[in-house]
């Protein structure tokens, strides 16, 4: 997990693996009315995935309040590439891309999670932010892992005990 930097933009980069194929964690991203039952960090989103489409995304970064933004997708090619960005005052001030990348691997998905920020203000953010950025990134991408750890676990109604019998819901 890196960064990259340069005059006008920095870049956070997380990267998780993930124990299920590119499809299952496709659609746990673009499940928006689930965010906040499993996702500790963007608790919730609303709109439709769809190129130029606006959301309205409301995080709350590990230790501060919730912040809502209100950003326009700008990637969007299912099971592959999904992206929001948001601009505070205009681009030239703050802006931030959000980027999910999968990339199919024999054990699953590795999940490739960042944001570009660009703008005036960036490097106060980069002193003030970044780091706290990180970690709700971090925990969202095991917050995900469980998931789908969870969600291709077995159900307990198909689940026996050692004598035979159903597992009790």
Excluded at 45 to 71: D, Q, S
Excluded at 88 to 97: L, N, P, Q, S
Excluded at 102 to 130: M, Y
Aim: proline share 8%; hydrophobic share 45%; net charge neutral.
């Amino acid at each position: 997990m890196g960064g990259r930097e340069g005059a006008a933009m920095i870049e956070l980069l997380t990267e998780q693996e993930l124990a299920a194929p590119p499809s299952t964690v496709w659609r746990a991203l673009m499940d928006f009315p689930a965010y906040g039952a499993w996702n500790g960090y963007v608790r919730r989103i609303e709109g439709t995935a769809e190129l130029g489409g606006r959301l309205t995304v409301t995080v709350a970064p590990p230790g501060g309040p919730p912040r809502t933004f209100h950003p326009v997708v700008t990637r969007l090619a299912p099971e592959k590439t999904f992206a929001w960005r948001a601009v505070i005052g205009t681009a030239a001030i703050f802006a931030g891309e959000h980027i999910f990348e999968l990339d199919a691997t024999p054990a699953g998905t590795r999940l490739i999670h960042r944001e570009e920020f660009s703008g005036l203000i960036t490097p106060l953010h980069r002193r003030l932010r970044l780091a706290v950025t990180r970690l709700g990134f971090e925990a969202m991408n095991a917050d995900l892992a469980r998931l789908l750890l969870h969600d291709q676990a077995p159900r307990p109604s198909r689940l026996r005990d050692a004598l035979g019998s159903a597992a009790v819901e």
